[in-house]
């Protein structure tokens, strides 16, 4: 697996890098593409967010005994996120010295932040991931944690706000509630995944966003874009349309359904390529009938019927 920024130089590096180790070890060679605007503040919070989320659900797949965990090039941003990430799941970070080729392997750093931390202080992560938040305005409790965990808090001109990392450990956390939903995919987006297994994390990715949208009820108008198409007839609409994001290759464009009292997600029809997908749409593809054999999707992506 191979994460890299969405960038002339990034691209490149990864052509190389795929080609070698395609050739070196005969391995299909998966790629993740992130965006990184170092020249943008606000920007970059939000991409290294986003980078962090995507290498822990890379990262997740493995397992640390049998996985080579290497932060290596890019932005220095990219390797000391990376190792943070790395060590909250217990991994060594792997590193090649270019001359002497010899392999040094950095033990991952106890962190003590497990799934209690988070609920002990919900309240506190959720108001900080919001907004910046006024110092003084908190309590004495949260000060404290606050100056406490600076690697999960950012203090700015007396203003918090949740770090990238921060951002993580939330997100990560919302994802029991989001896997307690039941996935039911057809057969041909079944088919599509198994046919571009190598965007698999991407695809999955987006299935859950798609979840936490519904139940928080955000981003309104992605969640039912065909609102924004003259020429679909939403009388004959048994699906809605979700625009996704995209992974510097492809867009993620799913027609779904959503029962909100069974906590029940119908994937209907995906599309990655956006041509394709402008193409078809238009037509009332995947939004009008219902595609066949519909099976369910678990956390460790099983399908089972």
């Known amino acids: 697996m191979l994460i890299t920024t969405n960038t002339i130089g990034g691209m490149v590096s990864e052509r190389l890098l795929r080609d070698l180790l395609q050739k070196s070890f005969n391995v299909t060679v998966n790629v993740l593409y992130c965006n990184m605007t170092i020249s ?3 920007a970059l ?7 962090l989320h995507l290498l822990g659900k890379a990262l ?21 996120l990376g190792y943070l990430v790395g060590s909250f799941l217990n991994y060594p970070m792997s590193y090649l010295h270019e001359i002497t080729q010899i392999l040094v392997e950095i033990p991952p750093i106890p962190l ?3 799934e209690q ?5 919900i309240h506190l992560l959720r108001t900080c991931s919001k907004d910046y938040v006024p110092l003084k305005e908190l309590s004495f409790n949260d000060r404290q944690l606050v100056e406490t965990y600076p690697s999960i808090f950012t203090i700015e001109e007396d203003y918090v706000s949740l770090s990238a990392f921060g951002e993580f450990i ?3 956390a919302y994802e029991d509630s989001i896997f307690k939903t039941q996935y039911l995919l057809s057969e041909q987006v079944i088919s599509f995944i198994e046919k571009n297994n190598h965007h698999s994390i991407f695809i999955f990715d987006e ?3 798609l979840v936490s949208k519904l139940k928080n009820r955000i981003e309104i108008d992605d969640l039912y874009h065909e609102m924004s198409f003259n020429t679909i007839d939403s009388s004959k609409c048994k699906f809605h349309l979700y625009k996704g994001a995209s992974n510097g290759r492809n867009v993620f464009r799913l027609a779904y359904s959503y029962d909100v009292k069974k906590d029940r997600l119908h994937a ?3 599309w990655l390529d956006h041509d394709r997908y402008e193409r078809e749409v238009i037509r009332g593809t995947g939004l009008y009938e219902e595609e066949n054999n519909f099976r369910e999707y678990t956390k460790n992506h099983a399908l089972k019927k």
């Open 60 to 80: 997740s797949a493995g397992e640390p005994e049998t996985t080579c965990f290497a932060p290596i090039g890019g932005y220095k941003i990219m390797a000391s």
């Open 268 to 270: 209907n029809y995906l």
């Open 112 to 114: 003590s932040i497990d």
């Open 40 to 42: 943008d503040e606000r």
């Open 207 to 209: 299935l859950q966003k």
């Open 170 to 172: 939330l997100e990560r």
């Open 45 to 51: 919070k939000s991409q290294t967010t986003e980078y």
């Open 117 to 121: 931390f988070v609920n002990d202080h």
